[in-house]
């Protein structure tokens, strides 16, 4: 769950290189507070500081889900980061690496002709992001988060196994998922998505004293091989 929320301005001031690391792992996908998932929140917040951010400013985008990756390398046009963080999907399927993408828009960032450098992440702060270690890691005043709030207020839960196994008929394909992070009462919905069409749904079963839960699900032979 989010450990804090803090409005954060770019606009105006001295030109400045500031590095953006949106976390498109898969608890982004969760309904936000606002508007859409947690990612389209990331994505509209990144949009607006690419479009207020002072003349003469330079930024880069890196993702930092599993493994990171640049978005968009270091440019003063705002109009590139606009563009390529509206085309990102609305969820992803990837584990979460924040250190990792901290650590990449730093070297990203060591480019810069400008003096005054910045990192900012928008993320949901899942504890298994390990949000609050990268925070007390981080030089004071050169990394900042905007931790995003869900309208779900369950606990983060994560994907920690997949098994695939036999069927119930020679065409399927029985697959066994182990989530991890199941905190509180009652069972979790699981989907299985495949190029953006649901293709299964099912129920994962908390395991007694644990936080662990287990679904069982089937796909055809042709899905498992997509």
């Not at 859409?36 to 500081?49: F, H, V």
Request: charge should be neutral; include cysteine; glycine fraction near 8%.
């Amino acid at each position: 769950q989010p450990f804090m929320w803090r409005e954060v301005g770019y606009a105006g001031g001295s030109p400045s290189a500031l590095a953006i690391v949106i976390d498109d792992s898969m608890s982004m996908a969760r309904s936000s507070s606002e508007a859409g998932s947690l990612l389209e929140a990331a994505g509209d917040r990144a949009r607006q500081i690419a479009e207020d951010l002072t003349p003469g400013s330079e930024m880069l985008v890196v993702l930092a889900g599993h493994p990171p990756r640049v978005l968009v390398p270091l440019t003063s046009d705002g109009s590139q980061v606009a563009n390529a963080v509206a085309a990102l999907p609305r969820a992803s399927q990837r584990g979460t690496d924040l250190e990792g993408s901290v650590s990449l828009a730093r070297d990203e960032l060591a480019a810069s002709r400008l003096g005054r450098r910045q990192v900012l992440i928008l993320s949901d702060c899942a504890a298994h992001a390990h949000a609050r270690r990268v925070r007390s890691a981080s030089p004071e005043g050169s990394a900042e988060f905007l931790c995003l709030e869900s309208d779900d207020r369950r606990a983060n839960a994560r994907l920690s196994k997949l098994l695939l196994g036999p069927g119930s008929s020679p065409e399927k394909r029985a697959i066994r998922i182990e989530v991890r992070g199941a905190e509180g009462e009652g069972d979790l919905p699981v989907r299985l998505s495949l190029d953006g069409s649901t293709v299964a749904r099912g129920r994962a079963v908390k395991i007694a004293d644990s936080n662990r839960a287990v679904a069982e699900l089937e796909l055809t032979r042709e899905q498992v091989s997509r």
